[in-house]
Structures are given as C-alpha cells and as structure tokens.
C-alpha cells in the first residue's frame, strides 16, 4: 500500500476556500488510483466545523489554535511537518494560492522532500505520481515524477474541479496534536477589500485594460467604451500598480474573481494570475496584438490587433447605434 | 538601514519559447532575458525605505549574462552598492541559489546587522518550485513573508502588508533582520533615462564576489517540457479593424449583451 496522502485545508476566516475541495477531489482520485488513505488537516482555531465538510478524506486532522490562524508559511510547514511524520504521509497537497505561498519551500528544505509547485495536472502512475507543473506564465508545461509517490505539490487554484471534492458525509475527525511554536511574524489584523465606487464582481459587462493600455490617458478611453456598453473598467495588476485604476478593481489571484456576461479583454497577456480571477465569465473577448498570446487558449473570441484602434471604433458604433 | 535587494533576469515571456533538444528545459540560445516587474518593486521599495529611513542599499545577483544592466540600472536609481556573485553557478534552481544568496549575506558573519532587511520578488517562472525567498529565509533562519505591498520599519521590527485573495490583506509585524518577497512597491518603479545609467556604468563599480560552486539539491527533475495544447482555442475575428468592429456589435446584440 503506498503511503497516505495528505492535504492541507485552506482556510480564510473561518470559511473554506475553493482550492480546499478542488485538492480534496484530486487527493481522493490519487488516493483510491494508489490504494493509499487520504488524510485533510485544518489549522486554526474552530478547525472542527470545517473539518466536518471535508467527507471525502478518510479522516481529518485539526489543530485548534489561534496561533495557526493566517499563520505565516513557516508555521503552517512546522505543523505539517509534524502530522507527515505522525501519519508517516508521502505526498502532501497544498494550495498554490498567495495564502499558503512559502509553506510548500520551507517544508521542503526542513523535510528534504522535493516540492513541485504551481500544478495543473496529477495521475497516479504504478506506485507513483506524475505531476505537470506550470511555467513560464502558462506558456510551458513540465512533467515531473515523484517516485514512491512521495513529495510536496503546489496544486495551481482552478486547476483541478471544486465539485469533486464536495460531500455530504462527514469524515471521522481527530485531533492532530501538533506542538505550536509561537511565530516569529505576528498576524496583527486584516485589511479589508478597499470598497470601490463600483463593485466589479457585481457588473455584467467588464471591459478589462492590462498593459496594453500603455497609458493612463488610454485608461479613460477604455471607460469611454465601458460607459458605452453599460459596464464598468477592470484591469490587470500592471495597471493597478501604475496606480491608474484603484486596487478594487483588479481582477486575479490577489484581486477579485469575476463572472461577467462579457469580459473584453485589452491588451492583457492571460498570464495564469490574472486568468484565474476571470475564468469564470461566460464570454471573453480578447484584444491582443500578438497572436500567440495565451489569453487567446481560453478566450472565446479573439482579435489580432491594436486595442487602442479597437477601442475608439467600437466605442463610435455603440454610441451610434443608441443614436 | 541595511538593504539588501536580490535581482535576477527572467525570460521574456512574451517572445516565442521553444524547448531544447533534450525535451526538458527550454532553448537557451533563443530565450531572451529581461529584468521582471517584480524585482524593480523590489528596488523600488528599496529605495523609498532609504530615502524615509536612511541607510545603504546592496543589489546582488548571481552572475548570468547581461546581468551588470540591471545591477547598473539599480544604481541609477539610487542603490548604493551593486555585488555579482560568480562562480560555477549551473543552473541555479530555487533552492540552490537560496543557498548561494545566503552564503554571500552571511560572509560578513554568521550574525546579520539587526537592521538587516533583504527584499526579492515573491516568485519566479522558471523552476518548479518558484519560490526563492522561503529558502532564503530557511537557509538563514530569519522571519519572512510574501506577497508584500507595503513595508513599514519601526523600531527593529517591520511591519508589512500582505496580499491575499480577493482584495482582502493582512497585516504582519516581523522582528528584523527579516527576508520579504515583494509583490508591489509602495509606488509605481522610477523610471531611470539610459544616460543616468550610462553614468552610473562609468562612475559605479560592480563588485564581485566568488560564490563558489552550487550545491544542487536535485530532489526531483523534470521529465519532459511542452507547450499546452490549447483546448478551446478562440474564434478569431479577422478582417480590417472597422470590419472587425462591425463584428463584435454584431456578436454583442446577438448575444443581447447590448
Ligand atoms: C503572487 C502573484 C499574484 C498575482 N496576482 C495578480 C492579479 O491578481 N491580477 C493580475 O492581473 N495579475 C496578477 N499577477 C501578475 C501576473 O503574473 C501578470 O504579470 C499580469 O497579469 C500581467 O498583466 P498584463 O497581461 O496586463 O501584462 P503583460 O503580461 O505584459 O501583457 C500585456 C499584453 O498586451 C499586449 N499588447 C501590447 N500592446 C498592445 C496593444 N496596443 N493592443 C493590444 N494588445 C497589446 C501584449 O502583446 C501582451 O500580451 C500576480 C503575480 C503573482 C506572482
Ligand atoms: N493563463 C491562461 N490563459 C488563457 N487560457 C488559459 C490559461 N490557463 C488556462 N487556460 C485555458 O482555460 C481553459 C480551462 O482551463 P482549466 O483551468 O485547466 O480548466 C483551457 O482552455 C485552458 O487552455
């Protein structure tokens, strides 16, 4: 039998994330193709009725306190270090997700077991597991082999089906026993999401400016083509980070997750990070000048051009067509 | 404050990759290299800490080709020393650059200035593991947090915010020295004109330090590279770009969006 696997929950105040049930799918896959236990751990305080929603584990672990709550990377790794040499664990799922970033290096460098981060992909293979990791923006896949199905996975939010994960039973539940040690980075307070004029992740039609836009100036023509269409602007971190649109309205891994009716989007690459908080809108329309970008894999429609010629034109027959 | 902030060059992804002959790593000979987004946040904040708090600002990289353009351009922008570190560096993988990175802030001794504070970028694109700053940190048992948008230094300790998901942040207080991966600057990266940094080339040294030899971990290899197939590939709208408008208001009130 191989070794049982073993997935770290995630948690953000008190509710769990998708990537929690997306690993949960893919660890009870893996677990049943290798004929091995899979085991969920929760950390931090009232860790019990989260746990009870993770049915598809043959069992999950909580650690119950405060100190695990947002813990920093090193803490979270120190606690799954304990539960891999108690539960004797061989591979061990983590969201590659900005809260649990760092803990799947430090495990690695504290237990030695190789880690592959950023996972798109994951079969079990004779007592082993093939994982496809994901690099260079989405533009490259590499397959890596973790023999003896032993090591640390990344695995990449959205990658794997959230409703493969979701249950009604509830697993058994005990508790881990973890020794906490105090972190030497404090958790103070969250800082809520800034609460915009417009609320994005509320608005059916997003016009989306990345990098493209080039210039401020150019930002206001994409509102000019929003107000036409009765949305509002959205953008890619670049733009947000050139300080010409407020964070509210960033779209991706640390900004929001949209699912508009239309999403055009101008002059953005569709780099993993900013594809995942806009892959769920029901139609994508992509303005790019290069052919071979990789917003187009995903786009439903694609046009070969200059966004900044794009804008104006069509801007002019929504206005016209008004009257 | 001591300042260290480590750089390195990354693929240009917007330029076509293509794998090598070995079918497990990518055709050097056609990558292009530029320096990333977020190592000039890095510098950036860098920069700012100084000119709120005082100090010194150290860039270093491990030596790969046209690395001394961005060392030189951080010392345009006000970075005070720039230090390559050479040596048979391979391809330093994550962890094993860690290691480099470490050796070289630890050759003053063991012990780092209590007002020590190292910045990199939060991730990388090209290893599987893309994190350096947790095996930095690991490698010199110092405090660390990712994803960081703002750093705040008060009294040995520094206070950072960090990014979440969904607009959502945290706060963190951190006892210095610290290792941060930055996500944003606290303001959009200085840009510097090429003349500032054709000076700096004449007046700046680069210092270089033997890293020695790397010490590879190699716990896993990759088996094979590709490119994705792409499963839904987009309906591309073609013709002149007035035609092309024509077609999307078409698509649009089809669809009733307008
Ligand atoms: C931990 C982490 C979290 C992140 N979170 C987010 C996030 O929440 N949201 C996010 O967006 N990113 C996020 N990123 C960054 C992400 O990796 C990308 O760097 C970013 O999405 C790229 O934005 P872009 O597509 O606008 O820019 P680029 O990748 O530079 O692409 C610009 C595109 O514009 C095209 N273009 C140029 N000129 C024109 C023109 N005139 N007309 C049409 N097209 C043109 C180019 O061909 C190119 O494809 C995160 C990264 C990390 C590491
Ligand atoms: N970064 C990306 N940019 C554009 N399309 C993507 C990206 N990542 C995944 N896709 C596409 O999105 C679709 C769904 O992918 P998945 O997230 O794997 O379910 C597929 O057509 C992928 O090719």
């Not at chain 1, 998708?18 to 931090?44: H, K, N, Q, T």
């Not at chain 1, 947002?70 to 664990?89: F, H, N, Y």
């Not at chain 2, 076509?16 to 290299?33: N, P, Q, V, W």
């Not at chain 2, 007035?242 to 208001?249: F, I, Q, R, Y």
Request: with cysteine; charged share 25%.
């Amino acid at each position: 039998m191989a070794k049982p696997i073993l997935m770290l929950a995630e948690q953000v105040r008190g509710q769990l994330s998708d990537i929690s049930f997306e690993m949960l799918g893919l660890g009870r896959r893996l677990a049943d193709a290798l004929g091995a236990p899979l085991s969920a751990l929760v950390l931090g305080s009232e860790g019990a009725p989260l746990a009870a929603r993770l049915g598809l584990a043959d069992k999950a672990l909580t650690a119950e306190d405060p100190r695990l709550n947002m813990a920093p990377p090193g803490t979270m790794a120190d606690a799954l270090r304990q539960v891999i040499e108690k539960e004797q664990a061989g591979l061990v799922l983590i969201g590659a997700t900005n809260v649990c970033m760092g803990v799947g290096s430090i495990l690695s460098a504290r237990t030695g077991l190789p880690f592959v981060n950023n996972v798109r992909q994951a079969q079990a293979e004779e007592g082993a597991v093939r994982l496809t990791s994901q690099m260079y923006g989405g533009k490259i896949l590499a397959d890596v082999r973790l023999g003896g199905a032993c090591g640390i996975a990344g695995i990449y939010p959205g990658a794997f089906p959230a409703d493969a994960g979701r249950s009604d039973k509830a697993p058994p539940v005990e508790a881990a026993g973890v020794t906490v040690t105090a972190p030497k980075e404090t958790f103070e307070r969250y800082i809520e999401p800034e609460t915009g004029d417009v609320d994005i992740t509320k608005e059916k039609v997003l016009v989306a400016v990345g990098r493209g836009i080039q210039t401020q100036d150019n930002v206001g023509m994409a509102e000019e083509l929003a107000a036409a269409l009765g949305g509002a602007v959205c953008a890619s971190r670049p733009v947000i980070d050139q300080g010409w649109l407020p964070l509210s309205r960033q779209v991706g891994k640390s900004g929001m997750n949209v699912k508009p009716r239309l999403y055009l989007a101008l002059g953005i690459s569709g780099a993993p990070e900013h594809w995942e908080g806009m892959q769920g809108s029901q139609c994508i329309i992509a303005v790019n000048t290069d052919a071979k970008a990789p917003i187009f894999d995903g786009a439903h429609y694609g046009i070969v051009g200059d966004a900044l010629e794009f804008i104006p034109l069509l801007t002019d027959r929504l206005k016209a067509r008004r009257g | 404050m001591n300042i260290f902030v480590l750089l390195r060059l990354a693929p240009d992804t917007v330029e076509e990759l293509e794998i090598g002959g070995d079918g497990k790593s990518l055709d050097a000979d056609i990558l292009r290299f530029k320096p990333n987004d977020p190592d000039e946040h890095a510098v950036e904040e860098a920069v700012l800490l100084k000119e709120k708090h005082g100090g010194t600002v150290t860039v270093a990289a491990l030596e790969t080709p046209e690395v001394d353009d961005i060392l030189y351009t951080a010392l345009a922008k006000g970075a005070d020393r720039a230090v390559k570190l050479t040596g048979d560096l391979g391809a330093a993988q994550s962890e094993a650059a860690a290691r480099l990175l470490a050796g070289f802030l630890k050759a003053g001794g063991p012990a780092l200035a209590p007002d020590t504070l190292i910045l990199l970028r939060s991730q990388s694109i090209d290893d599987l593991e893309g994190e350096v700053g947790p095996y930095l940190a690991e490698a010199l048992g110092l405090p660390y947090a990712c994803v960081v948008t703002q750093v705040a230094p008060a009294g040995g300790a520094v206070k950072v915010t960090r990014e979440f998901s969904g607009g959502l942040r945290g706060e963190f207080t951190l006892p210095l020295p610290a290792v941060l991966g930055i996500q944003s600057a606290e303001k959009p990266p200085r840009y510097v004109p090429i003349a500032k940094v054709r000076a700096a080339m004449k007046t700046a040294r680069i210092e270089t330090v033997d890293a020695g030899a790397v010490e590879q971990p190699a716990r896993v290899g990759v088996e094979r590279m590709y490119k994705p197939e792409a499963a839904g590939r987009a309906v591309m709208i073609e013709g002149a770009p007035e035609e092309v408008a024509d077609k999307v208001v078409e698509l649009l009130s089809k669809n009733s969006v307008i």
